[in-house]
């Protein structure tokens, strides 16, 4: 695919898309640290045949997007204790994601969020509900302390941040990474992960770039007041095997947002097995053409 960009605000935002642009747009937001190349071109494509035009991009400070070097990266530690200011927020990287849907001349877009991509998506919708037409939440939370807390291992990792290596290293990383918050029930694809490490690391690497989200990660809000009152048709689909956030996360979200539908796959830790591929596609396909067959109970 073409890789363009778009200017928003002071960012140049990188994106793809597939499909049709007279089809409904839908918008892919991905998650932390982590390049639009998570999302594996069979779904793009899956999703764009089921007629949606499908944008994903980089977020601020990964891929070819902006990378905020100018910004100083906080101790994650000193952020989670309050005692460091995120460089940005969360309603920032919400803020670019509507800019690009008003460079692309999107008015409304199916919105379908990752991990973070899925704090980015919430936020999204709870600022400009009428430009999300609907909701696709998988793996993420609300942002309450409460729920979907990670395993204390896992939440030593996290904290830990990622050390600047080689490409080697990185490869080496990335499968020691998703061995331990990947999914239990399907096998590791060690191929595939090493792939997308080593084109991400082609691409651009920045450790910078990752503290720098992490930290808009950590000093989130809890959103579930603001989700209370959320009329945007909502799916959300979680892992029942998620070490990072837990499957109670995505319950929360499913139980505070009004109308919200639950799916948990059994198996299913924090990434995107090769076998769920058709299914998620599925279901995030469901759910759209559900609300195309009742656009009068929108207001």
């Not at 994903?56 to 891929?63: A, E, K, L």
């Not at 509900?129 to 993420?140: A, F, G």
């Amino acid at each position: 695919m073409e890789i363009s960009t778009a200017r928003v605000g002071e960012l140049e935002i990188a994106y793809e898309t597939f499909g049709d642009p007279r089809d409904p747009a839908m918008l892919l937001v991905m998650g932390l640290g982590t390049q639009m190349l998570a999302w594996p071109d069979p779904l793009c494509e899956q999703l764009a045949a089921s007629g949606r035009y499908v944008v994903r991009f980089d977020n601020r400070d990964v891929g070819l997007s902006t990378h905020l070097t100018h910004l100083r990266a906080p101790a994650p530690t000193q952020v989670l204790l309050r005692r460091a200011r995120p460089p940005y927020t969360l309603r920032d990287m919400a803020r670019d994601a509507l800019g690009l849907l008003d460079a692309l001349d999107l008015e409304t877009a199916d919105v379908v969020g990752a991990s973070m991509g899925g704090f980015i998506a919430q936020t999204m919708a709870i600022k400009a509900p009428e430009r999300v037409r609907t909701l696709s939440l998988l793996m993420t939370s609300t942002g309450s302390k409460l729920v979907g807390r990670p395993s204390p291992k896992i939440a030593r990792e996290l904290l830990r941040g990622r050390p600047t290596r080689d490409r080697d290293g990185v490869l080496k990383a990335a499968v020691e990474v998703f061995t331990l918050i990947g999914s239990p029930g399907y096998a590791l694809d060690v191929e595939y992960l090493q792939w997308q490490a080593g084109l991400s690391y082609d691409r651009a690497y920045d450790p910078g770039g990752y503290l720098r989200q992490l930290a808009a990660v950590l000093s989130q809000p809890d959103r579930t007041r603001s989700l209370r009152k959320l009329s945007v048709p909502t799916l959300v689909v979680h892992g029942l095997h998620d070490p990072l956030v837990s499957p109670s996360g995505g319950l929360a979200l499913a139980r505070t947002i009004p109308g919200a539908r639950f799916v948990g796959f059994s198996g299913m830790g924090h990434d995107l097995p090769r076998a769920l591929w058709g299914p998620l596609g599925e279901e995030i396909t469901r759910h759209t053409r559900s609300v195309d067959l009742r656009p009068h109970e929108r207001s």
